[in-house]
Each structure stands twice: as C-alpha cells, then as structure tokens.
C-alpha cells in the first residue's frame, strides 16, 4: 500500500466548517460526507457521533479510531441593552487569548470582535493584568438589532481563523485539534480502500462530539462501538519554544508523533488514561516497522478521548497518539504536516499488527 497523506483540501474544509461543543454538526457533516465514498458503512448516534465503518474479517479484531469535531468555543448566555453579547466559554480557554480577537457568531456567521479596554483608559494595574467583562460588538445598538441579525442567547461564537501555511511545512490555525485527526482519519479511510491488502480488522473512523466540554461524545460512541481496542488522536502539546517551559523541550515539532503513556487533569494524574503496554507496545512496534521515530510523554493538565474508551462496557485496551503542537487552545495552534502523516502512517500499520484479543486480560 502507499503510505496514507493527509488532503489538504480535506483539512481546509474540515476547519472551514465551525464546530462549537453541543453544535458540532457542520464538522460532523463535512466528515461523514467526504469519508463516505472510502467505507462499508456511515451513520450518526443520537449524540451526534459519527461512525464510519469498513468491514473486515469477523473474526479479527474490531478496532476503533476517534477524532473529535468540537472545538473551544464561547455560548452566548446574554444580550445587554445597547447590544453587546456576553457569553460564558465553553473548554479549556486562556483568558489572555480573548482581547483583540474577530469571532464568527450563532447559525449565520456574524462577524464580531471581542475588542480590550482601550490603553489609554487604563490604569497601570489593568495595563500589567488580564482583562475582565469582556464582550462580543457585532455592531447592534440594541437587543432588537442582535435579534435581527439571527442571534440569540443559546448561540455559539468561534474564531474568526482559518488554516495558514507557515514556512517547513508547519501549518496554523483554529480547531487543528482536532480537525487535523478528522483528516488523518480520512487519509486512512482513503488509503485503505485503495489498497490491495487492507486490513483484515474491522475499522471504525469515530468522529465525536463535545471533547472538550468531558469527553461526552466517546462515552457514548464507545459504547455503542464496542470495540476490542480503542486509539483516541489528537494533538499532543508541545513546548519547543522560548515560552514553552524553564527545562527545555519534552515534546518538539518535526521530532515524530507521539505515542501516550498516559494523561491526566493534573501532576497526578486524575480523571485520566494510562495506557496499558500491550497497547504501547502494538503502537510502538507499528513505529518501529514503519522507521518512524515516536516520542513518549504524559499529558499534565489534559485529557483526550482514549480515557472515556478505556472504560467502555468494563474495560478495553485504549490509547492516544498525539500530533506535536505549539500554542494549543489557542486561535493560532501550530503544527507540522510532516507529524501528522507520519501518525497516519503509524496507524496503518498498527491495524495490520497482530493485537491481543478482548478474551485475554491485560497482564505487564
């Protein structure tokens, strides 16, 4: 088989389409539409999942690959008087990231900005401090005129940020956590179906809802999956630059992707996964057979889709591989191609590679 390569224009449409958590539909839709063509089977779960499956020998394993369609995003919970939007954010966002920002609002796209106190009105504190009660102008002056533009509390604003090429082959952007798996997923989908030895495992491209708000949308496409090993992608948070961090970089960019041991919400590890060695092992030696260099790390302060798939009806093999990135949760996340489709090409040959049945329980 040829070796899996991500379709930019895959990616440019992906993050095109706007996909607040709760309102992931657009993305949702995107997906299913351009995977359809390359898989046996394509439909939606009452969450809004979407589960795109290609047939494979009944008795090899099932295996399960998941991507998420939501991205941060802001929930619009009041209207003023004179026509600001106030909103709660909805995700893990930096405050810092919200001054001076263009965001696209409700079902319509209405441009907007989420304009800072103006210098000049600032007290010395204020200018050293992160800014407080900041609100979306779309330009009414009144309720009335924010109804009129067919936005309403209840309504989502995302970035207003597409995908920019950088020079070596790094790309920037909103929502490439997760858009860029979406992606992979369906370079693999595409390769697969062309090849003249595809797997013999049962394939389902998982694309989920509501990542970023607790891992909702995996709870619910793992259950109803069922599968025997379950591998969440995203983006891996990288810090190979001078605001990364004090001891030089854990996790670079153009250095290989990364194969999880494990994450969590904090240093110790909560309400997180840890990836059992079998399934290490099985990604790893995908690696290794393929020459691509991996990096290992912990996820400190964050958790991916693998955490909810471990725990599916009891348990099951379950991990995360992560595409290195720069400035994540942020409108201008960071990355190389070159990364992201050697994850791809990882996970060719991971569903190729002999894995322990669901019959046998994790031991070492």
């Known amino acids: 088989m040829t070796d899996p390569a991500i379709d ?34 394509v439909s939606y779960d009452e969450m809004g999942n979407v589960v795109a499956t290609s047939e494979g020998d009944p008795d090899a394993p099932e295996l399960m690959l998941a991507a998420h369609t939501d991205e941060l995003a802001m929930l619009v919970d009041g209207v003023t008087d004179d026509g600001f939007l106030e909103y709660t954010m909805l995700g893990g966002h930096y405050k810092g990231n919200f001054p001076g920002q263009q965001v696209r609002v409700g079902p319509d796209g209405v441009p907007g900005v ?9 007290s ?26 067919n936005i309403e509390p209840g309504d989502h604003a995302t970035w207003d940020r597409e995908v920019t090429r950088l020079a070596n082959d790094l790309i920037a952007g909103r929502a490439l956590d997760d858009r ?4 992979m997923l369906l370079a693999l989908a595409r390769s697969e179906a062309a090849a003249d030895d595809p797997a013999d495992a049962t394939i389902h491209y998982v694309a989920t809802v509501q990542e970023e708000v607790g891992l909702r ?3 619910a496409a793992g259950y109803s999956v069922n599968p025997d090993v379950a591998i969440a992608l ?20 153009d250095a290989g992707p990364v194969v999880e041991f494990g994450d969590g919400t904090s240093e110790y590890l909560f309400n997180g996964v840890l990836v059992d060695r079998q399934t290490r092992t099985w990604l790893t030696d995908a690696a290794e057979a393929r020459d691509i260099d991996v990096q290992h790390a912990v996820m400190i302060r964050g958790t991916t889709d693998a955490t909810e798939l471990q725990q599916v009806r009891g348990g099951r093999h379950a991990g995360a591989v992560g595409v290195p990135c720069r400035y ?37």
Do not use: Q, W
């Open 8 to 41: 930019f224009e895959d990616l440019e449409r992906l993050v095109a389409a706007r996909g607040p958590p709760g309102a992931e539909y657009p993305v949702a839709d995107e997906f299913a539409d351009l995977v359809e063509p390359y898989v046996d089977s």
């Open 114 to 122: 989420i304009g800072p106190k103006s210098r000049h009105l600032m």
């Open 124 to 149: 010395d504190d204020e200018k050293e401090s992160l800014a407080e009660n900041l609100v979306v102008d779309v330009g009414a002056t009144t309720r009335e005129g924010v109804a009129d533009l």
């Open 180 to 183: 860029v798996e979406l992606a």
């Open 217 to 219: 949308g995996a709870r």
């Open 234 to 253: 995203d983006i891996f948070p990288a810090d190979d630059y001078p605001a990364g961090g004090d001891d030089g970089p854990g996790v670079e960019l």
């Open 328 to 364: 994540t949760h942020s409108p201008v996340e960071t990355l190389s191609l070159a990364d992201a489709n050697e994850a791809t090409e990882l996970l060719a040959e991971a569903i190729r590679t002999e894995f322990p049945g669901r019959e046998e329980v994790r031991r070492g």
